[in-house]
């Protein structure tokens, strides 16, 4: 009788919480540094859920390092209350076989909530590199073997991974910086410090409208309509073969979140995903924002595990992971 007492009460005060959520401030965990692409998307995101959520606080907290693994790691082991969201993207489907030993399970640890878009890469170079094009830029490289510095934002990244899958295609070993984050990067390459980046166009875009970076090629099978990277080839195009790396990005909670609180984040994550301000934002630099049944928890879950299933074996037989 005792043992059902306390049965009763327990469901009536994860009721009670489900239905006053939100009643404080929300963090969406950025595993990576301030400025760059995840940022952006996660502070266009916040912003866009605010009023489905009651207008509720959203902070970003940008949790960066070991390539996007610390922050996925904060909201694997946070409490399971709704209040702490991680959004991740691609690395969450390739880590797992990219780097060994991360230290949580994707497949286990977290709540799906719903994807949030589809982010080419673009490859780009600083300015004044001596190479005005892709078949440009593969000479200079080939000329310069051994002093070409390729940034990205750490091992397990999205950058690291498409940097990788480009010196494989090209069989040639470049020196590699690693950065808490793409934005930082972004610094360096504008500033000369490194040669080259593979980066989402949500951060590259407006780098090469403004001429600041160079344009080299783009990560999608079709080549892009946005304007600023209409002219530029696809890698396939460009000669590399089956090159294709997009940067699809999800919410997540901490496992055991209650349902009742998952529904209300999805619902709000989907009219989000509606506003014409947020599509703007993002597809205005190159984003494709979800529109499919990848917005519901089971198919982001579903999408997730396929894509697990089709980058371990790309990610094996290229030889590109790292410990
Ligand atoms: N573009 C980064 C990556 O390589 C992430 C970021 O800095 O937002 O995954």
Not at 299 to 316: C, D, G, L, M, N
């Amino acid at each position: 009788m005792k043992k059902l007492l306390v049965v009763v009460v327990t469901a009536s005060a994860v009721w009670a919480h489900a239905d006053a959520y939100p009643s404080k401030s929300i963090s969406i965990v950025v595993p990576f540094a301030a400025g760059g692409p995840t940022d952006r998307s996660a502070r266009d995101l916040a912003e866009a859920m605010r009023k489905p959520l009651g207008g509720a606080t959203v902070l970003i907290d940008n949790a960066a390092g070991a390539g996007g693994s610390i922050g996925a790691n904060k909201v694997a082991k946070a409490s399971p209350d709704g209040y702490t969201l991680l959004l991740h993207h691609i690395s969450m489907a390739t880590m797992p076989t990219l780097v060994r030993n991360i230290p949580f399970k994707v497949e286990s640890d977290f709540e799906y909530l719903g994807m949030v878009s589809d982010v080419p890469m673009t490859l780009i170079g600083r300015p004044g590199l001596p190479a005005k094009n892709f078949k440009e830029l593969v000479s200079w490289i080939r000329q310069n073997q051994g002093k070409v510095n390729l940034g990205n934002a750490g091992v397990g990244s999205a950058s690291h991974l498409c940097g990788l899958l480009f010196q494989n295609a090209l069989q040639v070993d470049m020196t590699t910086v690693p950065y808490k984050g793409t934005g930082p990067a972004m610094t360096d390459l504008i500033g000369g410090q490194i040669d080259l980046m593979c980066d989402q166009t949500t951060n590259t875009s407006s780098h090469i409208e403004a001429k600041k970076v160079i344009g080299y090629a783009v990560t999608t099978a079709k080549p892009l309509t946005t304007p600023a990277l209409k002219d530029l080839p696809t890698m396939q195009d460009a000669g590399l073969k089956g090159f294709e790396v997009t940067v699809w990005q999800g919410l997540y909670a901490p496992k055991g979140t209650p349902p009742e609180v998952i529904a209300k984040i999805n619902t709000a994550l989907k009219l989000a995903l509606k506003d014409p301000e947020f599509i703007k934002k993002q597809e205005g630099l190159g984003a494709v924002v979800v529109n499919d049944k990848r917005v519901e928890p089971a198919e982001h879950k579903k999408f997730v595990a396929a894509e697990i299933a089709k980058w371990s074996p790309i990610v094996k037989a290229a030889g590109v992971y790292a410990d």
